[in-house]
């Protein structure tokens, strides 16, 4: 769970019952409270790129969602849902160290009825066919359900919906909001997984791997269909040997009856250029494997170039997870090897 030594309460968040509560909530806390008149923040400290980018990360915004026009998602969903905004989490090779700026503060919504009663109007502008929203776009969103319970009402709200489906992804463990929500299978929870080493070594502030195992394990007890994203893979020595362990232990742990309900998405580690010199801003002493010569140049689909493994490293990867899972999980599916 996120311990914020922070937050940021929106005006406008008073007015409904949610943003009364945690205003209520963290004034019995011992944290730094601060009111923003409108929704521009301000009173996040630092000077350095590191001091800000920590400072940021330590600090909750509790605020109401005014646009709601959701941005598409493709391809994996149609359109993404905003429930969260940042995350607490401290990956050096994440994501949205390029999109939240320099101080990258994790917001909460306290609308969640008018952002779902949104998502129902873009369910019936689709004429009867089934709609997919994604809920952690933007965010790792299990650490704040405990603050706002979001996951688990949305979770509830497309359990009733025909033609919506519901996904998110986590590195996260706190399921048991999840796991008691009702949810006819129309949300699928996806964990997101590395070696212990990768964890270790890059991800800062998120669970350990066995952590993860079991959480996935308690969703799929609870009968959701899950998937593991298996990202980002690097190639290091003996990361055949790690990632077979990984593996085997999820094999050991996941009922094989249920291995149908489960997918598995691999993701290869890349980088941008753009993203390389935030990191190396933000952690300057990273060992993220980014030396441009050792990989290679791929326009992607956005217009902008990254630099991936070769192709022979590639192949390898591919024929290495394609037997590992086709070992200990031939019943579940693989989405992509890329
Ligand atoms: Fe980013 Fe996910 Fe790590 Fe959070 S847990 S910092 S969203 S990669």
Not at 55 to 63: I, M, P, Y
Not at 201 to 220: C, D, Q, W
Not at 314 to 335: A, C, H, P, R, V
């Amino acid at each position: 769970m996120f311990m914020p030594k922070r937050v940021l309460i929106e005006k406008d968040a008073l007015n409904y019952p949610l943003g009364e509560k945690l205003y209520k909530e963290f004034q019995d806390k011992d944290i730094e409270l601060i009111m923003l008149e409108t929704t521009r923040t301000k009173g996040i400290p630092g000077t350095t790129k590191e001091e800000k980018y920590s400072h940021g990360k330590n600090t909750l915004v509790v605020g109401v969602k005014k646009s709601l026009t959701f941005q598409t998602c493709k391809p994996s969903a149609h359109y993404q849902l905003p429930l969260v905004t940042g995350c607490m989490g401290q990956c050096e090779y994440c994501y949205l160290n390029t999109q939240l700026g320099d101080k990258p503060y994790t917001r909460i919504y306290v609308n969640l009825d008018e952002i779902l009663d949104r998502a129902k109007k873009y369910m019936n502008e689709r004429n009867g066919e089934v709609t997919i929203f994604e809920g952690a776009a933007t965010s790792d969103p299990l650490p704040v359900e405990p603050y706002t319970h979001a996951l688990n009402k949305t979770i509830e709200f497309f359990a009733k919906e025909e033609l919506g489906r519901f996904r998110f992804v986590t590195k996260f463990t706190n399921v048991e909001d999840i796991v008691g929500a009702k949810h006819n299978g129309h949300t699928t929870v996806r964990f997101s997984i590395n070696t212990d080493k990768v964890i270790n070594s890059y991800e800062h502030r998120t669970p350990s791997m066995r952590n993860r195992i079991e959480a996935a394990y308690k969703v799929l007890n609870a009968d959701y269909p899950i998937g593991f994203i298996i990202a980002p893979v690097f190639v290091y020595d003996g990361w055949k040997e790690e990632y077979k362990m990984l593996i085997r232990d999820l094999n050991n742990k996941l009922d094989v009856d249920k291995h149908k309900n489960i997918s598995f998405e691999i993701i290869s580690h890349r980088y941008t250029t753009k993203a390389k010199n935030i990191i190396n801003e933000i952690f300057p002493e990273t060992s993220l494997p980014m030396t441009d010569e050792e990989r290679t140049f791929k326009y992607g689909q956005f217009g902008y170039g990254k630099y991936v493994y070769n192709k022979d490293q590639l192949s390898e990867m591919k024929d290495f997870f394609k037997e590992q899972l086709g070992t200990y999980f031939s019943d579940s599916e693989i989405k992509y090897i890329i």
